[in-house]
Structure formats: C-alpha cells, structure tokens
C-alpha cells in the first residue's frame, strides 16, 4: 500500500484535473500524508485480520501453520475485498 501511494497520489489528481486548475506536479501531492496513514492503518487491520482468522482456522487444519496461515491470509483477504 505504501508503494502505491504515489501512484494513487497521480491517479486522484488526474481524476480532479478538470475542477482543479493547479498543476499536476502541485496537486499529487496534496493529501499524501493522509492517504500514507490510510494505507499504514489499513495494512495493520489486515495484518490483524489474517492473524484472527488464522487462529480459527487452526482447529479446521488440525495444528497444520503453514495450512492455517494461508486458510487466515485468504480469508481476510476476501472480508476486505481483495479477492
């Protein structure tokens, strides 16, 4: 999330070029702070997420880890919308 920031930096200004008229090198950078936090706050809950449902799958998985961790990666990874 953090490496694409200035990539979503670009693409949010381009989509509000037409009512903005500062210039793209000028309006990329506003907001940068925010959305970085976003990503930071984000990618903890996630992180935080597959580590819940990991220790759920545990039961499922019979005390496999690796098993688990993917079955917990997946899985948050569906609730948050990334798959």
């Avoid at 210039?23 to 990329?28: D, L, Q, V, Y």
């Avoid at 940068?32 to 039961?59: C, H, K, T, W």
């Avoid at 690796?66 to 917990?72: H, Q, T, V």
Wanted: hydrophobic letters at 40%.
């Amino acid at each position: 999330g953090i490496i694409m920031n200035p990539i979503s930096s670009v693409l949010e200004a381009s989509n509000a070029g037409h009512m903005n008229p500062e210039a793209m090198s000028t309006r990329w950078m506003r907001g940068y702070v925010p959305r970085g936090g976003r990503e930071i706050i984000f990618g903890l809950g996630l992180n935080q997420m597959s580590d819940y449902f990991e220790e759920r799958a545990q039961v499922l998985t019979g005390g496999d880890g690796m098993m688990a961790n993917a079955i917990g990666s997946l899985v948050a990874g569906v609730v948050s919308g990334y798959l």
